[in-house]
């Protein structure tokens, strides 16, 4: 019986170590045989509030999103991907009122508006506003933390684009 036991234990311990199991997940659906390239535009403010290194911490960060996460080659122009578009909305409303009657959060907004073109399918291709917000303490200046909370909303903003465009979740 000990003997059965302990060829028993040896077959399925060889067995186990026979099979393996094997995840890969990259993030992306991207067939990397016809599509090895994505142009990306500057995006130019158009808000009513104008905060000028906005445009280029965006840029940076959509460009270092595609390159660090997918393989594909980002070019000026002529991409097989092409992402254009512009900062439609940079606003700050009110978002509480304190018992003493004053502001006492104030929340940002940032808007969007993204052309995405997919030269090798053209049904992928659309136009569409991609919205991210932030708060902050009416107690502290904007420009205190204007920074910090501008990157926070583009992370989101270029993480929804990257998920629209080549996640397709």
């Given at each position: 019986?000990?003997?059965?036991?302990?060829i028993l234990s040896l077959s399925l311990l060889g067995?186990?170590?026979?099979?393996?199991?094997?995840?890969?997940?990259?993030?992306?659906?991207?067939?990397y045989t016809k599509t090895k390239t994505i142009s990306?535009?500057?995006?130019?403010?158009?808000?009513?509030?104008?905060?000028?290194?906005?445009?280029?911490?965006?840029?940076?960060?959509?460009?270092?999103?595609?390159?660090?996460?997918?393989?594909?080659?980002?070019?000026?122009?002529?991409?097989?991907?092409?992402?254009?578009?512009?900062i439609v909305e940079y606003s700050q409303t009110n978002?509480?009122?304190?018992?003493?009657?004053?502001?006492?959060?104030?929340?940002?907004?940032?808007?969007?508006?993204?052309?995405?073109?997919?030269?090798?399918?053209?049904?992928?291709?659309?136009?569409?506003?991609?919205?991210?917000?932030?708060?902050?303490?009416?107690?502290?200046?904007?420009?205190?933390?204007?920074?910090?909370?501008?990157?926070?909303?583009?992370?989101?903003?270029?993480?929804?684009?990257?998920?629209?465009?080549?996640?397709?979740?």
């Open positions: 019986m000990r003997r059965y036991a302990i067995l186990l170590t026979a099979c393996t199991i094997s995840y890969k997940f990259t993030g992306t659906s991207i067939d990306l535009d500057k995006f130019p403010i158009r808000a009513n509030y104008v905060w000028s290194p906005m445009e280029a911490m965006f840029y940076n960060s959509l460009s270092d999103e595609f390159a660090q996460k997918t393989k594909l080659k980002v070019l000026k122009r002529n991409g097989d991907l092409q992402l254009s578009g512009e978002k509480s009122i304190g018992a003493d009657g004053y502001s006492a959060q104030v929340q940002l907004k940032m808007t969007v508006n993204v052309r995405f073109v997919n030269t090798i399918k053209h049904d992928e291709d659309f136009e569409k506003r991609f919205s991210a917000t932030a708060e902050y303490e009416s107690t502290q200046q904007l420009v205190a933390v204007q920074d910090q909370l501008v990157q926070e909303m583009i992370d989101d903003i270029v993480d929804q684009i990257f998920n629209a465009t080549v996640a397709n979740w």
